[in-house]
């Protein structure tokens, strides 16, 4: 029987795993450069992880959570989305303490699970780039989070973004907004779609972010929060949008954006693009904001936080949509050919030394004629061919040839196998 991969999931191929590890090497850079630490968090958290943060009215935990209860009776989920696990880690590990310069900056990259249709660019098992900084309630890093997004998506060649800015604010901002909202609502009851009739009343901001068309035709006409701020609220959202001007960096404001998860407050954004490859208009391909409750809300200390993710399939899709050329590394520097049987153990041995050497080389494993090794050689682009056959072995040599110039030398093989960089150097860099 031939097993196929399970619905909604896809195998990463040597030639596309290439593409993904600039992207991901990229990231790592520039991270680096604003200083956030990667952290590695479990594929499978606590039920109560995710059900606790995201909401219980979200899609994530009423239809999309990958959620079961293992031999010992315990109530599993495969985590959904990378924020929840790291403020977990922040808690558990107690990274909130004095000893931890503030704000703790964190990374991460991984599979994530949620049972949806998939679709281009969407799957079940997917993968997410995302950063979380703790500590800090200022806007500046508010901004410097959106602009460390921007500038990674910029230099992995991606033009025309947008960005989406909003503000949810702050507890009592939120109060008076949901009853407002919850007024506008409820003479439109009975048009309202089943997951927003269920919503109205535990969590009316989450209608705001219904996929169902009569739902969105609705909440067109429906009060924005932006009127409802308070004072430390509109006070933070005004130093946000202007640093950002400040940046040079421009931006829309949203007023009806939420997000799809409970946990945020104050600054939410979204980083989107026009490209057929992910549907018709603008679609989002980065999102994240600042989620003021949540380490409080896992059993930490009041610890301000803000984030972003971004999932790497719809990224793929995205930049071979826009013919992006991803500058990949594949350099072959040299292939090792062996022309007899006795050579085997030679050839072997000046592989092995030239890896040691930081050379990337490679020799033949299937017994094949000279020609055929050539062929292979020439297929994978090596830099450089060093031939053994069993008259170099006797004179204890090798020949290397130099593909680009043709330029072929005999050289001594205990050079090679001490210093192939000094070959390299003196007898073929003319």
Not at 100 to 110: D, E, I, L, T
Not at 191 to 199: A, G, I, M, P, Q
Not at 352 to 376: C, I, M, V
Request: with cysteine; charged share 30%; glycine share 8%.
């Amino acid at each position: 029987m031939r097993y196929q991969r399970p619905k909604g999931t896809a195998d990463i191929l040597p030639e596309e795993a290439k593409r993904w590890n600039y992207v991901e090497e990229t990231a790592r850079m520039l991270f680096d450069n604003y200083r956030y630490q990667e952290i590695r968090t479990p594929l499978f958290e606590n039920f109560e992880v995710f059900s606790r943060t995201s909401g219980d009215t979200s899609d994530v935990v009423t239809k999309e959570m990958y959620d079961f209860k293992d031999k010992g009776d315990r109530h599993i989920s495969l985590r959904p989305e990378g924020t929840a696990g790291v403020v977990r880690a922040f808690v558990e590990n107690k990274l909130y303490g004095p000893e931890h310069v503030k704000p703790v900056k964190v990374f991460y990259m991984g599979s994530m699970f949620r049972y949806e249709r998939p679709q281009s660019g969407r799957q079940r098992e997917f993968h997410q780039i995302g950063v979380e900084a703790f500590g800090s309630n200022e806007p500046e890093l508010d901004v410097e989070v959106m602009a460390m997004a921007m500038d990674l998506l910029t230099r992995l060649g991606l033009k025309d973004l947008k960005l989406t800015i909003n503000t949810l604010g702050d507890t009592e901002t939120r109060d008076n907004y949901r009853q407002a909202l919850i007024d506008f609502l409820e003479p439109h009851f009975d048009e309202l779609s089943d997951d927003s009739k269920v919503r109205l009343h535990k969590n009316p901001l989450r209608v705001l972010d219904s996929k169902d068309k009569g739902d969105q035709e609705i909440v067109k006409d429906a009060p924005s929060i932006l009127d409802y701020l308070s004072e430390d609220s509109q006070k933070h959202f005004a130093q946000v949008k202007s640093l950002l001007d400040e940046l040079g960096i421009e931006y829309e404001i949203d007023k009806t954006m939420v997000r799809g998860l409970d946990y945020y407050t104050h600054t939410i954004f979204e980083i989107m693009v026009q490209s057929k490859a992910l549907g018709s208009g603008y679609t989002t391909i980065c999102a994240g904001g600042r989620y003021n409750g949540l380490v409080e809300e896992l059993g930490g200390p009041e610890m301000p936080g803000i984030g972003f993710g971004l999932g790497v399939e719809r990224l793929m899709v995205l930049l071979e949509a826009e013919n992006v050329d991803l500058p990949i590394l594949n350099t072959l520097d040299a292939y090792v050919v062996g022309i007899g049987e006795t050579t085997s153990a030679a050839t072997l041995k000046v592989v092995q030394a030239l890896r040691r050497e930081g050379f990337s080389s490679d020799r033949d494993y299937l017994a094949r004629k000279p020609k055929a090794q050539f062929k292979t050689a020439d297929k994978l682009n090596a830099q450089f061919t060093i031939t053994i056959g069993e008259t170099e072995l006797e004179n204890n040599t090798a020949n290397v040839k130099q593909m680009a110039t043709g330029k072929e030398l005999s050289i001594d093989l205990d050079r090679i196998l001490a210093n192939f960089n000094d070959v390299v150097a003196n007898d073929f860099n003319d």
